[in-house]
């Protein structure tokens, strides 16, 4: 089992941009296939970005050219930049983690089994 902790939400205006980390709670998880989030209300939650076990990356079409992640094995995080924002960027985001090493690269919420509690992340034009 492991706990996965987002932080650094926020509020920003259009252009600016965020830093989103997320913190898991067993070093292991990070070595899998992880992956952000996002959701508002009444909608499905959304695939934003995964990272592989090679750290290769799948991007919505949405955030392609904006976001990137990386990930930070000495302190166990995962990172999500988020430059050039938009007011449709609004959204609560959760990152996630598969459960173990033969995952897959994904944007699908059910390729993953551990998640977050969220950050908001709040947008202004």
């Known amino acids: 089992q492991v706990q996965l902790v987002e932080s650094g939400g926020g509020s920003v205006q259009a252009g600016g941009s965020l830093r989103l980390s997320c913190t898991a709670s067993v070093y292991t998880y990070i070595r899998f296939c992880m992956g952000w989030f996002r959701q508002t209300p009444g909608k499905e939650r959304e695939g934003v970005i995964a990272i592989d076990r090679a750290e290769g990356k799948q991007y919505a079409s949405s955030v392609k050219g904006r976001f990137t992640t990386s990930k930070d094995y000495a302190n166990n995080t995962l990172i999500l930049q988020m430059n050039s924002l938009k007011p449709e960027d609004t959204a609560m985001y959760y990152c996630?983690?598969?459960?173990?090493?033969?995952?897959?690269?994904?944007?699908?919420?059910?390729?993953?089994?551990?998640w977050g509690q969220g950050t908001q992340v709040t947008v202004s034009s």
């Open positions: 996630a983690a598969a459960s173990g090493p033969d995952c897959v690269l994904s944007l699908r919420s059910d390729r993953y089994t551990y």
